[in-house]
């Protein structure tokens, strides 16, 4: 079998000059005792598996960054480290095929990982991830709490991977919480993935389906789709201009806008249609304004002012 990379850290060593694990809570393992130190272990803390070689330049860098965060958990988290040169049978029954490999293992189950060397921060998110950011002294509700709002900042910070795999996380210990089908599918509708999104959203358990958070993402999944098969808002704007009462023209260029990231635009355009022909295509304007108003939220300042307008509107 053909390896590529590990983590070589910088350890202590045995007297027979073998390197050896660093930290109360870092172990080496080996074909004999790897089911009592990972899959046995692991029904009590989480245990993180990190398979590595001595010639691998970036486990060199992986390993201390994995030590580091794994004894600042204090226990809640254990390592365990193999050196798959010295156990191949293991890395064989585990398919690795490549180095560093870094599995998580979660009531005798692998539950997560990864490849290669990563960041520090990636690191952390991994481990607490597993365990919580406080050391896996919070109750599931706090986990998740804590999930969410990390997954949320990553995602408001443009890092959708880090988003979607704290949501995930949630999701593997909580299926069907409606927050975190929402953030994911929210995930791939930011990527562009419309597919991957809606399916995302059939996650949720039936008795959440109501949720606002579903709700806003189903409504923006519902948005892009419409806005798929929309023309040219350029040529809308030249028709409009040439006919200020073409009622299509005006509604397919609010699409347009919305599409193209102006949604500010695309609510004036529909309130105008309103004020002008509010029974137009049996209510199509008001009805995508409420379309628009679930996908942003209640309490969005656009949802809010847009709101009064169409009140306005309505009775006047």
């Known amino acids: 079998m053909a390896l590529i990379g590990s983590s070589g850290k910088p350890l202590s060593a045995k007297k027979d000059g073998q390197p050896t694990a660093a930290g109360p809570h870092v172990k080496d393992a080996s074909l004999a005792t790897f089911a009592a130190d990972v899959l046995e272990a692991s029904r009590e803390v989480p245990v993180?598996?990190?398979?590595?070689?001595?010639?691998?330049?970036?486990?060199?860098?992986?390993?201390?960054?994995?030590?580091?965060?794994?004894?600042?958990?204090?226990?809640?988290?254990?390592?365990?480290?193999?050196?798959?040169?010295?156990?191949?049978?293991?890395?064989?029954?585990?398919?690795?095929?490549?180095?560093?490999?870094?599995?998580?293992?979660?009531?005798?189950?692998?539950?997560?990982?990864?490849?290669?060397?990563?960041?520090?921060?990636?690191?952390?998110?991994?481990?607490?991830?597993?365990?919580?950011?406080?050391?896996?002294?919070?109750?599931?509700?706090?986990?998740?709490?804590?999930?969410?709002?990390?997954?949320?900042?990553a995602y408001a910070a443009g890092d959708m991977g880090q988003a979607a795999q704290a949501y995930a996380h949630v999701l593997q210990d909580e299926p069907g919480h409606p927050k975190a089908v929402a953030g994911l599918a929210k995930c791939y509708l930011k990527s562009g993935d419309l597919e991957r999104a809606k399916n995302t959203l059939q996650l949720v358990r039936p008795d959440d389906a109501a949720d606002e958070a579903v709700r806003a993402v189903a409504a923006e999944l519902k948005l892009r789709e419409q806005a798929a098969s929309l023309g040219d808002a350029a040529a809308l704007k030249s028709r409009l201009a040439a006919n200020p009462g073409d009622h299509q023209a005006r509604y397919d260029l609010a699409l347009a806008l919305d599409a193209k990231g102006d949604r500010q635009a695309a609510i004036d355009e529909l309130l105008e249609l309103m004020r002008r022909q509010r029974k137009w295509n049996e209510e199509a304007a008001r009805k995508h304004l409420v379309t628009l108003f679930e996908a942003m939220g209640p309490a969005d300042p656009r949802t809010v002012e847009a709101r009064r307008r169409l009140s306005s509107i309505l009775f006047s």
């Open 48 to 153: 993180i598996v990190d398979f590595w070689a001595p010639w691998c330049g970036p486990c060199k860098q992986l390993g201390p960054a994995l030590e580091k965060a794994v004894n600042a958990a204090k226990g809640a988290v254990r390592l365990v480290k193999v050196n798959i040169d010295e156990n191949q049978e293991i890395a064989r029954q585990l398919r690795i095929q490549s180095i560093p490999t870094v599995y998580a293992f979660k009531n005798g189950q692998p539950v997560d990982g990864f490849m290669g060397s990563i960041p520090e921060s990636q690191i952390k998110t991994f481990v607490e991830a597993l365990v919580g950011p406080g050391g896996g002294e919070h109750d599931d509700a706090d986990h998740a709490a804590e999930m969410l709002a990390m997954a949320d900042t």
